[in-house]
């Protein structure tokens, strides 16, 4: 994969621009970075590296953090998401006109907006079950291996209901508050994120998959 390491850090009036290492500049808009924002010029230029160059951190700014407060790996998983989400959208939402590629990474994006948001429950109720079993799959192809085994175990506290279940959105008032709780304590435990789980999705289907999922030798930014 190429060296997608941060060389250098610039700004504009509405991004935060990225050097890379490789080359590649990469982009991503201020405003998601409140306290960069609002920060001074000179404050902006003291920016350390995290994550082995891979973040960066403002430490006047915030508390560091060991992936950064801006992190490459999360700007182009995010970018990996828009375009397969973009073009299930142009397929009319429907996931079997997508390649195999693109059906995965929807997969893991509707896994992990709805688990962050609501929790297994809310990714079960709103997509199903093969939605959960191509995201898990997806996960365990990554090499997410914890995180899969999450789902999985979250998946076993509600398959016993299998059989009285005529929708999903049955299923909160069926499970018993035992039930309820260890999915809580799933969810929670999905929620630190066992896998480093952006990295992950960047160094398989970025460096590896064309958008038609056949395999590649490298990739990078652009």
């Known amino acids: 994969m190429n060296d997608l390491r941060i060389a250098e850090v610039t700004f504009t009036d509405t991004d935060v621009v990225l050097t890379l290492a490789n080359g590649g500049v990469v982009t991503t808009p201020l405003v998601r970075y409140i306290r960069v924002e609002k920060a001074t010029p000179a404050e902006r230029t003291r920016w350390m590296h995290a994550d082995d160059g891979h973040g960066v951190n403002w430490p006047e700014l915030w508390e560091p953090d060991d992936e950064g407060m801006v992190s490459i790996w999360d700007i182009l998983q995010d970018r990996l998401y828009e375009a397969a989400l973009g073009r299930v959208q142009q ?4 996931v079997d006109a997508l390649s195999q590629r693109d059906h995965e990474l ?6 992990e907006a709805d688990i962050n948001n609501g929790g297994f429950l809310q990714f079960f109720g709103n997509w199903g079950v093969r939605n959960h079993l ?6 365990d192809l990554i090499g997410a291996c914890r995180a899969a085994e999450l ?8 398959e016993p209901y299998a059989d009285e279940v005529v929708s999903p959105a049955d299923l909160p008032g069926l499970l018993t508050e035992s039930d309820h709780d260890r999915l809580q304590e799933l969810d929670e435990a999905f929620w630190e994120y066992p896998d480093r789980l952006a ?24």
């Open 91 to 94: 397929a009319g939402w429907d």
């Open 106 to 111: 929807v997969a893991l994006w509707r896994l």
């Open 134 to 139: 191509t995201a898990v799959a997806a996960l």
């Open 151 to 158: 789902v999985r175990r979250m998946h076993a506290v509600i």
């Open 199 to 222: 990295r992950l999705v960047v160094q398989h289907y970025d460096a590896h998959t064309h958008d038609d999922g056949t395999r590649r030798s490298h990739g990078g930014a652009q």
